[in-house]
Every structure is written in C-alpha cells, then in structure tokens.
C-alpha cells in the first residue's frame, strides 16, 4: 500500500499576503529536509493541499512524518493511504491501513470529500459505504458524528483515493527563513538552546555561535553543544555554527580587568565576537538565553551593559521566564537531558567570588578597555571551526 503525507491549507501556519512566498519557503525546507535525512518526494499541489509523495516506495516513512511535523510552520499533516478509486478497494484500504488505530478507538465517524465529481458515490454515499463496512469488520466501534475518537476521512480526488485518520500535531510556529537570520550564542547550559528554538520558531533561521576555553573547557562540552544544536534542528534546519576559541582573551580579562567585572567583560566580548560573525553571515539579531535575575550577571545593570556592547539587537525570549518554565520548555524539545550533562562552560572559568551585581556602562567600559586587546579578538574571529549542524 503506498503511503503518502497531506499537507492541508488549514494545516500550515501561514499569513495574509506572503501566504504564496511563506508556503514556498515551508515547501523548499520541508524538501531539503527530507533529502538530506531521507530521501527524495515529489510534491504535488492541487485544491488547497500538497500532496508529498516518496520517490522511492522503500524510504524510512516514520522517519518522513516525524521530519514534517517538526518543521517549523507545519500546525498539523495527515498520513494517508493512496488507493485506486474504486468503492472497494477504498473500503479495503480503510480497514486494512486504520485497523490499529481504529482498535484503540472507541467512536469514529467518516467524513467524505469527492472533488471527482464523476467518482458513481457522492460524499453521503461514501460515508454510508466505508462506515458500515468499517462497523461489520471492528464490532467494538460505535458511530460518533460529534466528537469521535477517530475520524476517518476519504478524498476522491482526480487521480487517486485518500484515506486516513486523525491528524498529527506539527511544531506550529513559522517557517524557518521568513524572518531572516539571528545568531544565537549557545552555551551547553539549559536556557540557550530554549531561546534558540523560541526564536526559530518564529521564523529566524539560526547560525550559532559557540566559545570554548580549552583545556579549562574539554571537548565533550563543544560536542554536548553539537548535540543540543542538533535537537533544535529538528525544528529550524540547518544551523552553522561557530565554534570561537576564548581561552587567550579570557585569561586577558583575568590579568587585566577588575576581578568583580570578569563576567560581564567576558559577555561584553562575546557580544562583540558574537556581532562581527553575525554581521559577516547576514544575521540581524542575536539571541542569548538570559533571563532577568537568574545569576549575577544577569540583573538588569548587568544586561545594560551587556546590551550596550552588542552591535545588533539582542533578543533573549527567556527574559521573563522562571527556570521551571525554562525546564519544561527544554525536556518538550529534548534538550534538557543533554543540558544538565556535567561539562564545564566557559563562563564557569575564571568566575568571580563576588560578581558585581548593580555595574554601571563606565565601570563596564573600563574594565573591557582594560582587558580589550584587538589582536586576540581579531585572531579569535579569524580562527573559529567551522561547522554545520543537521
Ligand atoms: P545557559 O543555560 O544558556 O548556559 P545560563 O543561565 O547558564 O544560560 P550564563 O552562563 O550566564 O547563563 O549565560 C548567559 C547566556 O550567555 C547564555 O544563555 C548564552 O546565550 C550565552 N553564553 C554563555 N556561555 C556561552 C558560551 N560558552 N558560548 C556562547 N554563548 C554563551
Ligand atoms: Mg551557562
């Protein structure tokens, strides 16, 4: 039996006038997605729906559904059989292809929609058909018209029939690539890969980017971050990430700048580094996971001048989120377990006994001109690995 995914107008979180262009881009991720992970489709529009249909009848299909659903801008798909228009064979298929979901139900109802209108049933007809057979082959079913356990639909469209059952969730959001590009900074901590996927889901498609202070940091933290970026992903495609050494500069700051600055110098200069590779690869934002109040340096004088040194907007979509809200956020996308993986971050290198907590822009830009030093910032740019993350 020959399995495909419908991808329905009402299905697809889409806008006004840029409808045409956003369903064009959620078409073209969808489609590399897939490539890349699974193999080829064809797409095929008509009346409202896509019909997204294997090349090659022997690729993972689990694989391609769980693939759609999480692509950002998908609200919900439908996987369907394909059968010959004929009566028969649609009754046959229905109950062949819907026999296990149908077992854990307890009430369904089947819905008909015929856009053949040459097809010998009209839509009542094929309900009356497909429901009574279903009812004399799975005893335990009743008929539910107002709220069934399972809907079956059939669709007679022009070259084939399609049934299936209930649709399955997708990710929501937007598609990736609608809103342009923001650089995320992502730690191996628990709150960066949630804003990454806060703003991927609203249409940002992400480059990342990553410090690392070898040999205070190993490389299983650099490869917990490939993880964590690699679940965000799932949801947002492609992220190139870079991965910046830090060492020199923060051993800089630790000579140089007072002790209770460390942290927000260092932040100030991830900022900059951040700025400069956002700014060469077309981003127009960063993001980071900061949330007000949660660590020193990140009472609202330490986010000014934090905010003060990055050269484009910085958005940080946990701003006003409790960790709990953070945490449950992180285990619905499946980072959370990889997040809390013991492995040394940067910004636990080299911190402070007692951070200042209420600094002002000048003490900031003190302490950074103190320990600011062009060539290490300009080598540590120049230097970055490279990587894309799928
Ligand atoms: P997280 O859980 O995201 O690590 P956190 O609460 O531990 O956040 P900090 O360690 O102070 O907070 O970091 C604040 C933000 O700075 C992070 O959310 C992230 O955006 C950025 N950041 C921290 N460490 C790094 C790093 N090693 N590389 C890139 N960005 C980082
Ligand atoms: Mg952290």
């Known amino acids: 039996m020959k399995e495909i995914i419908l991808l329905k107008d009402g299905e697809l979180a889409l806008k006004g006038l840029n409808r045409r262009t956003f369903e064009d881009i959620l078409m073209k991720n969808i489609r590399q997605r897939l490539r890349h992970a699974v193999g080829e489709f064809k797409f095929t529009r008509s009346q409202s729906t896509c019909v997204i249909a294997p090349v090659d009848e022997n690729i993972d299909f689990d694989k391609a559904v769980d693939i759609i659903q999480h692509c950002f801008g998908v609200v919900g798909i439908s996987r369907a059989a394909q059968c010959e228009k004929d ?48 009812l004399s082959h799975l005893h335990h079913l009743k008929v539910d018209v107002h709220n069934p356990d399972v809907k079956v639909t059939v669709e007679v469209r022009d070259n084939h029939a399609f049934i299936h059952g209930n649709q399955l969730k997708g990710a929501g959001g937007m598609p990736t690539g609608t809103g342009g590009k923001a650089c995320v900074l992502i730690s191996g901590g628990i709150d960066s890969p949630v804003a990454a996927w806060m703003m991927a889901k609203r249409g940002l498609q992400l480059t990342a980017v990553h410090f690392a202070s070898p040999p205070y940091t190993s490389e299983r933290a650099e490869m917990k971050v490939h993880e964590l970026l690699k679940k965000v992903a799932r949801y947002s495609g492609r992220i190139d990430l870079y991965t910046v050494h830090f060492t020199e500069i923060q051993e800089a700051i630790r000579d140089n700048s007072p002790e209770d600055m460390f942290t927000i ?39 000014r001048c934090t905010d003060a040194a990055a050269g484009l907007p910085v958005f940080r979509p946990c701003i006003g989120m409790d960790k709990n809200e953070i945490i449950e956020i992180s285990r619905k996308i499946d980072t959370f377990d990889i997040s809390i993986e013991p492995f040394e971050d940067c910004c636990t290198v080299f911190t402070p006994k007692h951070p200042r907590t209420k600094p002002t822009p000048q003490m900031a830009e003190e302490a950074e001109n103190a320990a600011w030093d062009d060539e290490l910032v300009n080598k540590a740019i120049e230097t970055a690995k490279h990587m894309a993350i799928h």
């Not at 979901?101 to 049933?121: G, H, N, Q």
């Not at 580094?273 to 007000?292: F, M, P, Y």
Request: net charge positive; charged share 25%; with cysteine.
């Open 265 to 303: 110098t260092m932040r100030r200069i991830m900022m900059k580094i951040a700025t400069r590779i956002a700014e060469s690869k077309d981003c127009g934002a960063l993001i980071t996971g900061e949330s007000v109040g949660q660590v020193a340096s990140q009472t609202m004088w330490a986010l």
């Open 87 to 134: 009566i028969d064979v649609i009754k046959n298929t229905a109950l062949e292809y819907l026999r296990d979901e149908l077992s854990f139900a307890r009430t369904f109802k089947v819905e008909a929609k015929r856009s053949d209108k040459k097809f010998p049933y009209n839509s009542p007809q094929i309900c009356n058909e497909v429901g009574g057979f279903l």
